[in-house]
């Protein structure tokens, strides 16, 4: 029995932390006002018929706060580049000089800052919901554990227990996005 709730603890925790470490993931792709190479994680660009992550076909550096320069690692790579970053659709304009592209990261508008907050707070959110999942399907499998003859104890101390890892990354998920929040409210 204990090491079936052991089990369930670990998995539950896992769970859990996997849906921090996906918000964080998301939480990086929305920019602040600052340029960051982050901001064009997950673009994929054409490189001989594979769809390749931009980041494995240039470097990408920021030269100051406000700009993104992407250098093909291959001349010919510079075209395919430039159409990947404006299909996807982040607001960039990439310049092409021949031999590297460089992007303007403009301020952002109140407006345009409130929205990303939004986004935040919902990533914040999808973030919450895979938590409590975790939770819920930790409880059932408990439940069916106590049916099979565990005490009705056991089961409320492990049910404890899950519910104090849900209250910690539920806390965790709040900061990270009071963090990102501020961070995109300051100009």
């Known amino acids: 029995m204990d090491e079936m709730l052991q089990m369930i603890k ?12 996906h918000l964080e993931d998301e939480l990086v792709k929305i920019r602040a006002g ?8 997950g673009i994929k660009v054409d490189y001989y018929g594979s769809q390749t992550p931009l980041n494995q076909v240039s470097n990408i550096n920021t ?7 992407v250098q093909p690692w291959e001349k010919a790579m510079i075209e395919p580049i430039e159409k990947a970053i404006m299909m996807a659709n982040l607001g960039l304009n990439p310049q092409n000089n021949g031999d590297l592209i460089m992007i303007n990261v403009p301020p952002l508008t109140e407006e345009r800052r409130r929205d990303l907050v939004k ?3 919902a990533e914040g959110e999808h ?5 409590r ?13 106590q049916k099979d003859g565990m005490s009705e104890d056991m089961a ?14 539920s806390t965790k998920v709040d900061n990270e996005v009071e963090r990102k929040e501020k961070d995109i409210m300051v100009i």
């Not at 670990?10 to 470490?21: G, L, Q, R």
């Not at 973030?127 to 938590?131: C, L, N």
């Open 133 to 145: 999942n975790a939770r819920k399907e930790a409880n059932d499998e408990i439940k069916k554990l």
């Open 119 to 121: 986004r935040a707070k």
């Open 156 to 169: 409320k101390d492990a049910e404890s227990e899950i519910q104090r890892l849900t209250d910690h990354f």
């Open 63 to 69: 030269p100051d706060p406000r700009t993104i320069s």
């Open 34 to 41: 600052k340029a960051s190479p982050a901001m064009l994680d």
């Open 127 to 131: 973030a919450k919901v895979s938590i």
């Open 10 to 21: 670990e998995e539950a925790e896992s769970a859990m932390k996997k849906a921090v470490t």
